[in-house]
């Protein structure tokens, strides 16, 4: 009968220290998982630039114009979704545009202007990805300052 209550006592006392050391473990593995995503983006950064440029090509979006180029913005700014958890990542983007031949847009002198925007990307299943999401109109601070609701900021080294 003393083993019974020895057991429970101790199945009791494991279950306050992993109750205690849950945050910080959870903690503990966001930042391992931040670190991880920096350096893989880091790594990663010529092929997502490029795969950000197929995807949003591919969108249609502007209608009437075509994906000339963009030209990267050395930074990298790192956020958390405040709901689900997910990591992403903000790169401002120039983008240059040309009409489609034959559309309402080809002609216009506008189509010509470089536009401001932020490319989004996104940390999924160990790797990062994009849908060619663009923010026009906003870098990576203003991004997040406008949507901070949403996304968290996280500084170097948090």
């Not at 998982?33 to 502007?62: I, Y």
């Not at 031949?101 to 490319?119: K, W």
Request: proline share 3%; with cysteine; hydrophobic share 50%.
């Amino acid at each position: 009968m003393d083993w019974l209550w020895l057991g429970v006592a101790l199945v009791v006392v494991a279950f306050v220290v992993l109750a205690l050391a849950w945050r910080p473990l959870r903690s503990l593995a966001r930042d391992v998982q931040l670190e991880r995503a920096r350096e893989s983006f880091a790594l990663q950064r010529e092929r997502l630039e490029h795969q950000f440029l197929r995807a949003a090509a591919a969108t249609g979006k502007p209608r009437g114009l075509i994906w000339k180029a963009c030209e990267w913005a050395e930074g990298v700014e790192f956020a958390r979704d405040r709901r689900s958890g997910q990591l992403a990542a903000l790169i401002g983007v120039t983008i240059q545009f040309e009409a489609v031949p034959g559309s309402d847009m080809e002609g216009l002198p506008a189509v010509g202007n470089l536009r401001n925007a932020s490319a989004v990307f996104f940390y999924h299943g160990g790797r990062w990805r994009t849908s060619g999401k663009a923010l026009f109109n906003l870098n990576p601070d203003e991004v997040l300052a406008r949507f901070g609701g949403q996304y968290e900021r996280l500084a170097d080294g948090e």
